[in-house]
């Protein structure tokens, strides 16, 4: 009788272990039928292009099902299309409230993903690295044209810039030149930093400005400190580097769900160190938000 009750139980025990096992396989193929799926459209910021397709990238590769397409084209038609709902993601280095008017604005959800650092940048024959902020003012206004008046080489300034759209013109303006209205060269003006970063690279006497992040290994082009202050992140994280700002990503309403995992994923403490060594600034690590 023992032997019996005994060789029952393992029977038992057999079914029941083959009935969990069942049970897991099932659920185990529920939640894969559940993946994420969707389609993300994101345009603006050439600043902050080269984090988001290292995001896009990433997440795609864990989230095959998502399909992510990223363009530039600058913060105000990154800002224009998310509020006409032509792209999922309007991706921008100023806020809202200062591309659109209030009725185009006023819909759009605001995610602020990382800092980002705006660095001035010489062609590598011009001989200056170091600049006043006054000096950089009289550089891009047009006061000064040739660099021999700032310490430079006997040659004419070349201005490479950016059209009125761009959020990096923005803040290069607003904290870099304290609001003065550039010059323009319109024969020399583009709406892309890779693009401004080559030209700057190509022309003898060339200055320009691009994000930080347009610099990681690169020693093509000659950054330029401003009153002795280098741009670096760690200069920008302490508040003595002040050319900086908070980049957006901007949704029309409320994200949906891939949109909102794609977010976290970005704002997320595991991407969080691949957006260092990409040359962006971590939000939490600010220990001064203001200029």
């Excluded at 009750?5 to 057999?14: D, F």
């Excluded at 994420?36 to 080269?50: D, E, F, R, V």
């Excluded at 993903?113 to 001989?127: E, H, Q, S």
């Excluded at 022309?203 to 320009?208: F, H, L, Q």
């Amino acid at each position: 009788m023992n032997k019996f009750l005994k060789g029952a139980m393992i029977v038992g025990l057999s079914a029941a272990m083959v009935g969990c096992s069942s049970n897991a396989t099932s659920n185990d193929s529920d939640s894969k039928g559940k993946s994420l799926s969707g389609t993300i459209t994101a345009a603006g910021s050439s600043a902050l292009k080269p984090l988001v397709d290292v995001a896009a990238e990433q997440f795609s590769n864990e989230n095959p099902d998502v399909s992510i397409t990223v363009d530039a084209g600058g913060s105000g038609e990154g800002l224009k299309q998310v509020a006409d709902k032509t792209v999922t993601l309007g991706n921008s280095d100023v806020a809202a409230e200062e591309k659109l008017d209030k009725d185009q604005a006023k819909d759009l959800v605001d995610h602020q993903v990382c800092v980002v650092t705006m660095a001035p940048i010489v062609n590598k024959d011009v001989g200056v690295k170091d600049l006043t902020k006054q000096q950089l003012i009289d550089i891009f206004t047009g006061k000064t044209t040739n660099w021999k008046d700032v310490g430079g080489s006997d040659e004419d300034i070349v201005l490479v810039t950016r059209p009125t759209s761009s959020g990096t013109r923005a803040t290069f303006q607003k904290y870099a030149l304290d609001g003065n209205e550039e010059a323009s060269n319109a024969s020399m003006e583009t709406d892309d930093s890779g693009v401004l970063l080559q030209n700057v690279t190509d022309t003898k006497g060339a200055i320009g400005y691009v994000a930080l992040s347009y610099l990681v290994d690169n020693d093509d082009v000659d950054t330029i400190a401003i009153d002795g202050v280098k741009p670096t992140l760690e200069n920008t994280y302490s508040g003595d580097y002040k050319v900086w700002t908070f980049e957006h990503m901007y949704t029309n309403g409320e994200p949906d769900k891939a949109t909102k995992a794609f977010l976290d994923y970005i704002m997320g403490e595991k991407f969080g160190k691949k957006m260092e060594s990409l040359g962006y600034g971590v939000s939490s690590k600010m220990e001064k938000t203001d200029h």
